[in-house]
Every structure is written in C-alpha cells, then in structure tokens.
C-alpha cells in the first residue's frame, strides 16, 4: 500500500474546487461496502473528510481517544501551522465513524493505532486515500474530481449555503484568520450572487 503512486492528472495545473451536490456524497460513499471492514472503513473515513471538514492529514493522524463521538465532537492535536481544534460533527455522521471504531475492536485493533488504519494496524497513506477516493467516484459515476480537498471543499461550500456565520467556519476548518476563510467561501461559490442574478428580471424578446 505504501508503495502505490498518484500521479494527478491536473499535475502543474491548478483548477477551481468542485463541490459534491448531496446526492453525489450519498453515492460516493454507496460505493464503498457497508459489510467488510475495509468497506466500512472506508464509509467512515469518507464521513470524516466530508462532515468533518479534515484534511486528508488530520483525518489519518486521528486516533480513537481523539473522537468524543457522544458529545459530537473531533479533536485535531496537530492541524496546519500546528494549530490544534475541536471540530464538530452531526449524530448521523458520528454513527458512521462510530461503526468503524466498533469493528476495530472487533479485529483487535487498540487504541495505540490510527482510527484509520489497514486491518493489520499500520496507518492509511495519503496517496491510499487519493487514489480510493478517485477510485470510488469513478464507481459512483461522479463526472467531477473527486479527491480529499473536494470533500473538505464540500463542507466549506454546505456550511457557506447553509448560513453558518463566517467565524464558525473558520473555527470548523482551523483556518488562521477570517480573510483566509472568506478568500476559501468566494473561491468556492458565491451562493448570494448567484441567487440575486436568478432573481433579475428582464424580457429579451420582444413580443409577438
């Protein structure tokens, strides 16, 4: 596993974030098994990424006594800039980690392994969690990129259309400063202009 390469192919091109519609999440995590542990693994980490709004980085670094799942609650110890935070995440989403937390213990897997990690304990690479993801999405029929970040993005995107004030969004992705988090929403959609464009009126053909 450890060996496997990614090779982006956008690699030397940097294109605009595609957010996943709700539909598309519910198929992309659909097409991972809801049986085998890896199957279920795999659902887990998907919720992780998506309700949880992580990094690819910080959903592999977590470990079970990381995960107050009860009290909805994720807390990261080492986030970018070395940053720690509490996120929060919703019952549903919750019970899909807590599934996988419960297989583990199942297979024997402790608590000194990775919440997210191959059935033998050792720790998920990220380029694993590139390639799964691209891997599902084909299976899905998600015509869109799908990787890590674009679930991160689709957090961002809901939580933006959802009318979560900015400095809560900020707090949930452990961004420095609110003008990071704005410069994140405005470059992932702006929901108000669009909706105000809709709502102009205007005749463009003359009648007959």
Not at 129 to 143: P, T, W
Request: charged content about 25%; hydrophobic content about 35%.
């Amino acid at each position: 596993m450890s060996g496997e390469r990614y090779v982006p192919w956008n690699r030397g091109r940097r294109l605009p974030a595609e957010p996943l519609v709700l539909d598309e999440v519910r198929k992309l995590i659909g097409s991972a098994s809801g049986r085998s542990p890896t199957g279920i693994r795999n659902r887990a980490l998907i919720v992780a990424l998506y309700r949880g709004g992580l990094r690819c980085s910080e959903a592999l670094d977590l470990f079970p006594k990381d995960c107050n799942l009860g009290s909805g609650t994720i807390r990261i110890l080492c986030g970018k800039g070395g940053r720690s935070r509490v996120v929060g995440i919703d019952p549903e989403a919750a019970g899909v980690i807590q599934r996988w937390l419960d297989r583990r213990v199942a297979l024997g897997l402790t608590g000194r392994y990775p919440v997210f990690c191959t059935l033998d304990g050792k720790p998920l690479q990220p380029v694993y969690v590139r390639n799964l993801l691209r891997r599902l999405g084909q299976r899905a029929g998600i015509d869109k990129r799908v990787h890590p970040h674009g679930l991160r993005h689709t957090h961002a995107y809901e939580l933006a259309n959802e009318n979560f004030p900015l400095h809560v969004i900020q707090q949930q992705l452990g961004h420095s400063s609110l003008a990071t988090t704005d410069r994140y929403i405005r470059h992932l959609s702006a929901p108000e202009v669009v909706e105000r464009m809709k709502s102009r009126k205007c005749r463009l053909e003359a009648p007959e």
